[in-house]
T-cell receptor, first 114, second 114 residues
Framework: AQTVTQSQPEMSVQEAETVTLSCTYDTSESNYYLFWYKQPPSRQMILVIRQEAYKQQNATENRFSVNFQKAAKSFSLKISDSQLGDTAMYFC???????????FGKGTRLSVIA | SQTIHQWPATLVQPVGSPLSLECTVEGTSNPNLYWYRQAAGRGLQLLFY??????ISSEVPQNLSASRPQDRQFILSSKKLLLSDSGFYLC?????????????FGQGTRLTVV
């Protein structure tokens, strides 16, 4: 079975600083996809960034980037120049090819402090 | 473009009453559809997923059921609600085959069973 672990229940960062959220996963699949979702206080789930396992290049979306280490089964999210609007729950998620659902980690609550 | 609609946004129901939450997707065909539940401050628990009309997979045995009467319609039901059914329910869709680009979520339903 696939599992996703986020070991940091809560984190905080000063505005304009950089923060890294950790995620590890366990799978025997070789081809899969990883995602980071953001859930602000409105509770709307927003897809932040995705990574395909067969791509070695780390994905980047504006201030958000990932550090994908396939051998270590690690998928961390780096947020640069943190903004107050980045305050949210962040969920790491995994899926492998086929008609299977996303498996989520338990989330990390990030607070950006002015 | 694709959109997902989920309603109602909030619901307060007495114990023992029935439940019906509806989710519809526009702008795509034959999507994968999902129901997740989120307890306060917690992660997402997959309840049901569907890869086609009438095809429902249940992840957790419980007081709830799901149906997919039309290609882009997904309904979550209960005949008799329990206090433990309270939570935040999220519907999501993903393109076929498999969620290679991630799942996209509705705005959620906050259910309080009293």
């Amino acid at each position: 079975a696939q599992t996703v672990t986020q070991s940091q229940p809560e984190m905080s960062v000063q505005e304009a600083e950089t923060v890294t959220l950790s995620c590890t996963y366990d799978t025997s699949e070789s081809n899969y996809y990883l995602f980071w979702y953001k859930q602000p206080p409105s509770r709307q789930m927003i897809l932040v960034i995705r990574q395909e396992a067969y791509k070695q290049q780390n994905a980047t979306e504006n201030r958000f980037s990932v550090n994908f280490q396939k051998a270590a089964k690690s998928f961390s999210l780096k947020i640069s120049d943190s903004q107050l609007g980045d305050t949210a729950m962040y969920f790491c998620a995994f899926i492998y090819s086929g008609n299977t659902p996303l498996v989520f980690g338990k989330g990390t609550r990030l607070s950006v402090i002015a | 473009s694709q959109t997902i609609h989920q309603w109602p946004a909030t619901l307060v129901q007495p114990v023992g009453s029935p439940l019906s939450l509806e989710c519809t997707v526009e702008g795509t065909s034959n999507p994968n559809l999902y129901w997740y539940r989120q307890a306060a401050g917690r992660g997402l628990q997959l309840l049901f997923y569907s890869v086609g009309i009438g095809q429902i997979s249940s992840e957790v045995p419980q007081n709830l059921s799901a149906s997919r009467p039309q290609d882009r319609q997904f309904i979550l039901s209960s005949k008799k609600l329990l206090l433990s059914d309270s939570g935040f329910y999220l519907c999501a869709w993903g393109p076929r085959p498999g969620q290679l680009v991630g799942a996209f979520f509705g705005q959620g339903t906050r259910l309080t069973v009293v």
